[in-house]
């Protein structure tokens, strides 16, 4: 069973900023709730107070140009993110991601921001998010600041977040032309838990294939999302060939630090990296030359 808890319904970011100071270690949010409902009836957290802001539409939104790039409100939907004809045509791989992140019913009602706080390491979005060099706007009662994503996990379930902090947004730049992005992951089902998730964001120029910039990031390997940088240095500025390809995915997968479960071994996780981030290079530099 879960421990008593009061519930508040703030009416606008700012006074759940006010509640969140007022409460301290006292409170955690609730949007979606799928996660956090799990920690609370196995009694991993006991919050006197759960501040639910799912009503907030101030949170909800997905806007896009040209010059500011995408911004997504923390309370966007998985669903609405799948379905935005917005995202499809700009940002595809997000769309691809959240198709395949656990069920329609979960989609229809968890939130983008609630995945990112709750620091899963096998989360779907997050890799690409990270490929796509999202940031994330935090606020609290003294002002908003801008974080990288990548910089925003510390361990399993553990962000950097203040105990008066709140994500609002996220934030994606417009990517430079020529830019490719692929996600995909290996999973006992389609919509299951990432047991390797890999993302690639390549830019290069058409005419030679030589890589301008490259972003390598995996997901469900480590404690938290783990960029590949070995690999992204050994890449860039040089011309793509196959053999270069296949030694920067052995790479990877000597960098990982991937747990044996009752399903895989450490040493059959590495193999899946090494297949899968060659194989999401392919397809993100296919992605770069048809744009």
Excluded at 177 to 194: E, I, N, P
Excluded at 213 to 221: A, C, F, K, Q, S
Aim: hydrophobic residues 40%; aromatic residues 6%; contains cysteine.
């Amino acid at each position: 069973m879960m421990s008593k808890f009061n519930i508040l319904r703030p009416e606008s970011a700012e006074e759940a900023c006010n509640l969140l100071t007022k409460f301290a270690d006292r409170s955690k949010i609730i949007a979606g709730g799928q996660s956090l409902l799990i920690l609370l009836k196995q009694r991993l957290i006991s919050p006197e107070y759960l501040l639910y802001i799912k009503d907030l539409k101030e949170l909800d939104y997905i806007k896009y140009d040209g010059t500011s790039g995408l911004r997504i409100g923390a309370l966007a939907t998985h669903r609405s993110i799948e379905t935005s004809d917005l995202i499809k045509k700009e940002f595809p791989v997000l769309a691809e991601a959240e198709h395949d992140l656990a069920s329609p019913q979960i989609r229809n009602w968890g939130t983008i921001g609630g995945n990112i706080c709750h620091a899963d390491p096998a989360s779907d979005i997050v890799p690409p998010l990270i490929a796509l060099d999202a940031r994330v706007k935090v606020m609290n009662l003294s002002g908003v600041r801008e974080v990288p994503l990548e910089g925003l996990f510390r361990d399993y379930y553990e962000t950097i977040l203040k105990p008066d902090e709140m994500v609002t947004e996220i934030c994606i730049p417009t990517p430079q032309s020529h830019t490719g992005v692929a996600y995909s992951k290996f999973s006992l089902r389609r919509t299951d838990m990432a047991v390797v998730g890999v993302a690639a964001s390549i830019t290069l120029n058409p005419i030679d294939r030589v890589c301008r910039d490259l972003r390598v990031i995996l997901g469900g390997v480590s404690s938290v999302p783990k960029r590949i940088f070995e690999s992204e240095d050994m890449i860039r500025g040089k011309s793509f060939d196959e053999s270069l390809i296949e030694e920067a995915a052995l790479v990877a997968s000597r960098e990982v630090e991937p747990v044996a479960d009752v399903y895989f071994s450490e040493k059959y996780k590495r193999e899946i990296v090494k297949v899968m981030v060659k194989k999401e290079m392919n397809r993100a530099i296919q992605r770069a030359l048809n744009l």
